[in-house]
C-alpha cells in the first residue's frame, strides 16, 4: 500500500486559467476528501465522496470548484478561471468505512500558485 | 457548529523539554479528537486520536486525553527531540465526516 497520492506536487498558474488535479486513494478506500490548506491555517473541507457519489460539498466551493470520481477510486478537482485568492494547499484524504471510518489518511497535497 | 482551538505558536523549545500544545473544542455529543502533524515537506500524518472521553490516545512518545468535562484533547510530551519540530493540528469529526481542524501550532525543537 503506497498510500494517498496527488499529482502534480506543484502548480503555478496565470490568473483565469483552468487547472485540474488528481488524487489517488489508497486502494481499499471507498471515502475519498478533498481539503485546501492556507498559509498559516488548518486544512478546510471541501467536498466527500462515497464511492462515486458526491456527498456533501462546502460553501467554500464556488460554482467555479468541480471534483469528481467517475469509477470510485481516483478523484480529479478542477478549479475554472483561477483566482489569486485560490492558491492554496489542496489536500486530498481518503477513509474505509467499514474500519476505522473516522480515521482519514492525507496525501501529500496539491500547491497551487495563482500568478 | 463544531470548531477547534488551539494554543498559538510558534513554540520554541530544547530537546529534552517537555512539550504541551492545548486544544479546546465545541461539538454537540461526543466527537473523535485527534492530533495530526505535518513535518517540513512532507503531507498531514495522523498522530493519535481518542473516540470517547477519557481515552487516551498516544503515539510516538505523545500522548493526549479526551476530556469531556474540560472539552480539552491537550498534547504532550515528556522529552522531545529535534525531529519532532514540525506543525501539530489537533481537529475533530462528529458524524458528518468532515474534520475540523485547528490553525496549527508550529513546534521548533533547538538541538
Known amino acids: 500500500d503506497t498510500g494517498v497520492s496527488q499529482d502534480p506536487r506543484h502548480k503555478i498558474t496565470k490568473r483565469g486559467q483552468n487547472v485540474t488535479f488528481r488524487c489517488d486513494p489508497i486502494?481499499?478506500?471507498?471515502?475519498l476528501y478533498w481539503y485546501r490548506q492556507t498559509l498559516g491555517q488548518g486544512p478546510e473541507f471541501l467536498t466527500y465522496?462515497?464511492?462515486?457519489?458526491?456527498?456533501?460539498k462546502s460553501r467554500l466551493l464556488s460554482d467555479r470548484f468541480s471534483a469528481e470520481r467517475p469509477k470510485g477510486s481516483f478523484s480529479t478537482l478542477e478549479i475554472q478561471r483561477t483566482e489569486q485568492g485560490d492558491s492554496a494547499m489542496y489536500l486530498c484524504?481518503?477513509?474505509?468505512?467499514?474500519?476505522?471510518?473516522?480515521?482519514?489518511?492525507f496525501g501529500p497535497g496539491t500547491r497551487l500558485t495563482v500568478l | 457548529g463544531n470548531s477547534v482551538t488551539q494554543m498559538e505558536g510558534p513554540v520554541t523549545l530544547s530537546e529534552e523539554a517537555f512539550l504541551t500544545i492545548n486544544c479546546t473544542y465545541t461539538?454537540?455529543?461526543?466527537?473523535?479528537l485527534f492530533w495530526y502533524v505535518q513535518y517540513p515537506g512532507e503531507g498531514l500524518q495522523l498522530l493519535l486520536k481518542?473516540?470517547?472521553?477519557?481515552d487516551k490516545g498516544s503515539n510516538k512518545g505523545f500522548e493526549a486525553t479526551y476530556r469531556k468535562e474540560t472539552t480539552s484533547f491537550h498534547l504532550e510530551k515528556g522529552s522531545v527531540q529535534v525531529s519532532d519540530s514540525a506543525v501539530y493540528f489537533c481537529?475533530?469529526?462528529?458524524?458528518?465526516?468532515?474534520?475540523?481542524f485547528g490553525a496549527g501550532t508550529t513546534v521548533t525543537v533547538r538541538a
Open positions: 484524504a481518503s477513509s474505509f468505512s467499514e474500519r476505522d471510518s473516522d480515521t482519514q489518511y
Open positions: 486502494s481499499e478506500h471507498n471515502r
Open positions: 465522496f462515497q464511492n462515486e457519489a458526491q456527498l456533501e
Open positions: 461539538a454537540t455529543g461526543y466527537p473523535s
Open positions: 481518542a473516540t470517547k472521553a477519557d
Open positions: 481537529a475533530l469529526i462528529r458524524n458528518d465526516y468532515k474534520l475540523s
